[in-house]
RNA sequence: GGGCGAUUAGCUCAGUUGGUUUAGAGCACCUCGUUUACACCGAGGGGGUCGGGAGUUCGAGUCUCUCAUCGCCCACCA
């Protein structure tokens, strides 16, 4: 068999993935076996992969098939997000480059293009996750804006209705002046920003006295409609009850008191403009001053403001200072720093707008939503999240969501308007049919009623998916198996948008579909991701262009490669530092990674351990020599050990440590020292040798599989022939089995006695191939290194001795060092500096006696031998005596030496 | 202004009921080495008083308090 010295991660992973899907493996139909289900955090679809979509779907991708391998029915439903305002935002420009604007087009119309738009362009997504090894149940692959999910929303909405727990209302809400839509709050990022604090002053009624305000937004002046003060503030008691008038527009409006005004700040008096600011409109209400909206939808001025008409709002700021510092009422201008909310799409700055809005009340639903983390049902990973979760979902901080977005895209509200008359159904029909019934008039036609015209919130659509993926609104035939999904990978920035929510869509809904008896909660457990950051702690995003292309980094290392990367860094809920350099030119994000580098390497070394196993002559007639017999039940003991230790820690959700705990056991154990311990210097094997190496190896790959699945699986067909269909993929995760720990710690001890020989050899540069001897005293403890004939010959093979022995003779020109606690002769063939050597076990002697001084501290003092657990006493007691005869045997040999001066 | 989390080797991080040899890994660094799997390699080595201080304890990287620095989240200060 001849292998290619290199690995070549492009062709091999090919392969797999498309012998994957031909073999159908990664499809799941409910049977007997037990479920074991993750529906896929879905990506937006117009989205690209990006570190973040790499890293939490690698962690999906490892516990679908670690449980696909324990024999669980693994179900990973992949999907979509429509992503209402992030796509129609896109179809609208893709129109406008066209001359196509959306508003002459009508609502179907659109629709049409957009939908067009998705299917031509729309889950790109999905196909390079297919690059990255995701094993997604692909014929399920579901759309949160198809037929079946968006029945589900309609019937939601109509049943929320029912049930009271929708209104519509007139509320100050957040205003995207792009998209021309509301936005929830979680929607609105807000950061600090340079602006400007303008001071102006306002006449008071009838005198010659000013009161001088501060504001931002002097563009608003035209809308005030009161003059704010502290009731207790001595600087304007006089003017209680008095008016003012603003500025250009000359317009007489009360001076009010309220202790919300901030003694502190500015000069102490405060502008009130209702329509224009969420806190002017609490004070507008509370003092019923009147609301004037000089604002359109658009952010520009409109016939209201009197000045500055059809301008932007920012144009309007510029301008209106102007005409104020003309009419003298200007007093200054100052830099100032502030929080500016922005559309998370749209990056629009936010304009607070009286609309008329679908809200849906929250305070039962997030008591829900609390109670069923606190009570265990869901399981956090990392725990401590529940901090955030309970600090948003309390009752004193939640607030109504507003679920009505003035878009297209998206699932259109079900409400019909006749007049004040609203009526809420899943269809038309329907709601013809109540409205005749309700208004007493069996002749209205469809025509009298008007449609809402906006579309849910997208989110108001996911926090279905764990039951509207499987058709669970409609039927429960596939529910009832694969619900709770088991596990829900996602990042902490979406807790509150997704993961909060699709709680409490779970309570309210399971209980109906599946009966109370059934689990309720959407998924057992979260394991929350932390941000993948910059070497400069950044986020990354596509604005900053601080990520490295994900494609371009599976094509460089692989995706196995890629997958080790993102995994070896970091833990759940920790941020990722990804270490991916900057181009000192440009700034930007390098396509270079030296952990998806490492992770490469690894591949790279597996490959070549399969090349030298492979060119191995195996015979059968050859008999199993000591060290391959020793060395076989060591690996093998090995290997039991790291598979409880691995099955352990991925239950945990430590997959760092597992994959770390692999890969120190693949490279170090097995191909530093296994494989050299038995590889033949004829190139001829024992066919029992080959039969349990060829074993080993392939159970290691199984271990390894969930991690990084194409590698492992193209070794394991290297190994040996297999029968049609059966593979890896398939194949049983390896049973533990008891393991010889006596002989795993005499194996550390022949490791350590060969690391003693070779860092002799270093330090007198002797050459590593030179053949030497070494011994140890007869009657020593040492002596079972020895008598072992495996592990003599082993060390024998390893250090490039001549002969390891025990002997009664005198040393003679030798180096002696300890290996456990006993002391081993190593004999050279020049001269033997006796002093230096003094001086390096004397160095030894120090170490030893100090350690020795700190365990019998512990050991002199009656309240840790009283108080400490016998087991940790027992402990100290051997490591005293460990060192004793360490320091026993270094004295001797010490003064041996001296003898020899 | 509240809250959460960090601070361990040059870098990125482990260290999960306080005791497993007076701290570990990977990368980086230094020395040596082309011995027929792998130079995407092998062998060896240096490097940390676990942010500062105090406390609890027989025992603290681990628990408590405090200070410092840095992140992040939330909040209506014009």
């Not at 502008?271 to 509370?286: F, R, V």
């Not at 002749?443 to 997208?458: A, G, K, N, P, Y």
């Not at 088991?486 to 909060?500: P, Q, R, S």
């Not at 998924?523 to 371009?552: C, E, H, Q």
Request: aromatic share 10%; net charge negative; with cysteine.
């Amino acid at each position: 068999m001849d292998l290619p010295k290199h690995y070549s991660s492009e062709t091999v992973e090919k392969k797999w993935y498309d012998h994957w899907m031909a073999q159908n493996y990664f499809h799941s139909e409910p049977d007997e076996r037990e479920a074991f289900s993750v529906v896929i955090p879905p990506p937006n679809v117009t989205g690209v992969l990006h570190m973040g979509h790499m890293l939490n779907n690698t962690i999906q991708d490892i516990l679908i098939r670690k449980a696909r391998l324990d024999g669980k029915n693994a179900c990973w439903v992949p999907g979509t997000d429509h992503a209402s305002i992030a796509t129609e935002a896109k179809v609208v420009r893709m129109l406008r480059e066209k001359g196509i604007k959306k508003g002459d087009i009508g609502r179907e119309e659109f629709l049409k293009h957009a939908f067009a738009w998705k299917e031509e362009y729309g889950g790109i997504i999905l196909e390079q996750l297919k690059k990255l090894g995701a094993s997604c149940d692909w014929e399920r692959t579901r759309f949160t804006m198809e037929e079946s999910l968006s029945k589900a929303v309609i019937q939601v909405f109509v049943d929320l209705y029912r049930k009271g727990r929708l209104y519509r209302g007139l509320r100050m809400t957040n205003w995207d002046t792009d998209a021309l839509t509301v936005l929830s709050n979680e929607e609105v990022i807000y950061e600090d920003e340079n602006s400007r604090l303008f001071h102006v002053r306002y006449q008071v009624e009838g005198t010659d006295e000013y009161v001088v305000i501060a504001t931002q937004r002097p563009e608003t002046i035209m809308a005030d409609t009161g003059l704010a003060v502290h009731p207790d503030d001595e600087r304007y008691k006089h003017l209680h009850g008095k008016r003012v008038i603003v500025p250009l527009v000359n317009r007489s409006v009360p001076i009010i008191t309220d202790t919300y005004v901030d003694l502190e700040f500015g000069t102490g008096a405060l502008k009130i403009t209702p329509a224009h600011d969420p806190n002017d409109y609490e004070l507008g209400e509370k003092y019923d001053l009147e609301v004037i909206d000089i604002i359109n939808l658009d952010g520009t001025l409109n016939e209201l403001a009197q000045f500055c008409i059809g301008e932007d709002r920012f144009v309007a700021r510029k301008n209106i200072g102007k005409l104020l510092d003309e009419a003298g009422a200007l007093v200054k201008i100052e830099d100032y720093r502030t929080r500016v909310g922005r559309s998370e799409r749209t990056n629009a700055v936010v304009e607070p707008k009286l609309t008329l809005q679908w809200f849906l009340k929250m305070d039962e639903f997030a008591a829900t939503a609390l109670e069923a983390v606190s009570s265990g049902d869901v399981k956090f990973y990392p725990e401590n999240m529940w901090n955030m979760y309970n600090s948003w979902l309390k009752a004193e901080n939640v607030r109504d969501w507003c679920i009505s977005r003035q878009l297209w895209w998206g699932q259109q509200i079900p409400a019909w308007y006749h007049g004040e008359e609203v009526f809420v159904a899943a269809n038309e029909e329907e709601a013809l049919a109540e409205a005749r019934e309700r208004l007493g008039n069996p002749d209205l036609q469809l025509s009298d009623l008007t449609r809402d015209e906006d579309v849910v919130d997208t989110w108001f659509s996911s926090w279905l998916w764990p039951i509207s993926v499987f058709d669970g609104f409609e039927n429960q035939d596939e529910l009832k198996y694969y619900y709770p999904t088991d596990t829900l990978v996602t990042g902490w920035d979406i807790m509150f948008f997704w993961v909060a929510r699709m709680i409490m869509s779970g309570y309210e809904w399971a209980p109906e579909l599946l009966g109370k008896e059934h689990l309720i909660m959407p998924f057992r457990n979260v394991y929350f991701t932390g941000m993948v950051r910059d070497s400069k702690r950044r986020k990354m995003s596509k604005s900053l262009g601080n990520s490295p292309d994900a494609l371009a980094l599976i094509d460089t290392y692989g995706a196995d490669g890629v997958r080790y990367g993102m995994l070896s860094s970091g833990s759940a809920g920790n941020d990722i530092i990804f270490d991916a350099p900057l181009d000192p030119k440009t700034g930007q994000v390098l396509n270079e990674s030296k952990l998806c580098a490492q992770g490469s390497k690894f591949c790279n070394k597996m490959w070549n351990a399969l090349r030298l196993v492979s060119s191995w002559e195996r015979d059968a007639s050859k008999a199993e020599d000591p060290i391959s017999q020793m060395a076989s039940i060591w690996i093998e003991s090995r290997l039991s050990q790291v598979n409880k230790e691995v099955t352990r820690l991925i239950g945990e959700y430590r997959l760092s440590d597992a994959i770390m705990e692999l890969y120190k056991f693949i490279w170090d154990d097995f191909c530093s020292w296994y494989l050299e311990m038995i590889k033949p210097a004829d190139g001829k094997i024992a066919e029992v040798t080959y039969q349990r190496t060829a074993s080993a190896y392939e159970q290691m790959m199984t271990l390894l599989h969930p991690f990084m699945p194409f590698v492992t699986e193209e070794i394991w067909h290297g190994l040996k022939e297999r029968a049609a269909g059966d593979d890896c993929i398939v194949s049983k995760w390896p049973e533990a089995r008891e393991f010889d720990e006596a002989l795993i710690s005499r194996v550390t001890l022949a490791q350590q006695a060969v690391v003693k020989v070779r860092e002799t050899r270093a330090t007198k540069g002797v050459k590593a191939t030179e053949k030497l001897k070494m011994f140890t005293q007869a009657g020593s403890p040492g002596e079972e290194l020895v008598k072992d004939a495996g592990l003599r010959a082993a060390i024998e093979k390893m250090a490039h001795l001549e002969e390891v022995s025990v002997t009664d003779v005198e040393p003679s020109n030798t180096v002696a060092f300890l290996v456990g606690n006993d002391t081993f002769y190593l004999e050279l063939n020049e001269e033997v500096d006796v002093e230096a050597e003094i001086t390096a076990l004397e160095k030894e002697l120090e170490y030893q006696q100090g350690f020795n001084a700190s365990v019998m501290k512990k050991l002199n003092n009656e309240r840790f031998v009283n108080n400490a657990p016998a087991a940790v006493v027992d402990r100290e007691r051997k490591k005293a005596a460990d060192s004793e005869a360490r320091i026993k045997s270094l004295t001797a040999e010490i003064e041996r030496l001296k003898g020899l001066l």
